[in-house]
């Protein structure tokens, strides 16, 4: 059960778009579509933006996306904003029938 | 409105126990899986057990199978996290979260979470 590996920070100013990364191995998010992301600010409790890989659940804005790529699925934020100032972690599947998380990536709107 | 709200943390003593709970509503608890994800102090989330809807199926991190005991009861809508043999770290804000459907382990809605402290 490793923890899959994301970039401890990524920063953009607002309006840009960035890319955070989640990358593990083909027993996990290279071998299934079950890929998700969470959004989490401080003191809070983490918060589903993105499931199945590219899936936006109801109120999500559509500024974040996400996709894959072999073993790395990926989150796209475009037109930054200062509120999506937050911790990103990524989660998957794996063949363990259990999921693992992400180290987790703190993103900084400059 | 789905609400998870935690309880039964705090400190405790290496070597003890504790027993979380956390009460539902706003949703048939009976229809959905659950799950326990922790997060240590300035660290990152870590999945801890999880338990189908009618508690067919258990799950365990590795880092507390045999010491840990997740269940629920359906009838009263709760979920619970038996925690034995705690170790410092352990220490954690607990969270209960559910489940998009059955073991789909999409995690769409989240307690605010307990924290547990394990310290001498």
């Known amino acids: 059960q490793s923890a899959l590996t994301q970039p401890a920070s990524v920063s953009g100013s607002p309006g840009q778009s960035i890319t955070i990364s989640c990358t593990g191995t083909?027993?996990?998010?290279?071998?299934?579509?079950?890929v998700s992301w969470y959004q989490q600010h401080p003191g809070k409790a983490p918060k589903l933006m993105i499931y199945e890989v590219s899936n936006r659940p109801s109120g999500v804005s559509n500024r974040f996306s996400g996709s894959k790529s072999g073993n790395t699925a990926s989150l796209t934020i475009s037109g930054l904003q200062a509120e999506d100032e937050a911790d990103y972690y990524c989660s998957s599947y794996t063949s363990s029938s259990t999921p693992s998380f992400g180290t987790g990536t703190k993103v900084t709107v400059l | 409105e789905v609400q998870l709200v935690e309880s039964g943390g705090g400190l405790v003593k290496p070597g003890g126990s504790l027993r979380l709970s956390c009460a539902a509503s706003?949703?048939?608890?009976?229809?959905?899986?659950m799950n326990w994800v922790r997060q240590a102090p300035g660290k990152g989330l870590e999945w801890v057990s999880s338990?189908?809807?009618?508690?067919?199926?258990?799950y365990y991190a590795d880092s507390v199978k045999g010491r840990f005991t997740i269940s629920r009861d359906n009838a009263k809508n709760s979920l619970y996290l038996q925690m034995n043999s705690l170790r410092a770290e352990d220490t954690a804000v607990y969270y209960c979260a559910r489940d998009w459907g059955e073991l789909l382990w999409v995690l769409n809605y989240w307690g605010q979470g307990t924290l547990v402290t394990v310290s001498s």
């Open positions: 083909s027993s996990d998010v290279g071998g299934y579509n079950y």
């Open positions: 706003g949703f048939t608890f009976s229809s959905y899986s």
């Open positions: 338990i189908s809807s009618s508690s067919s199926y258990i």
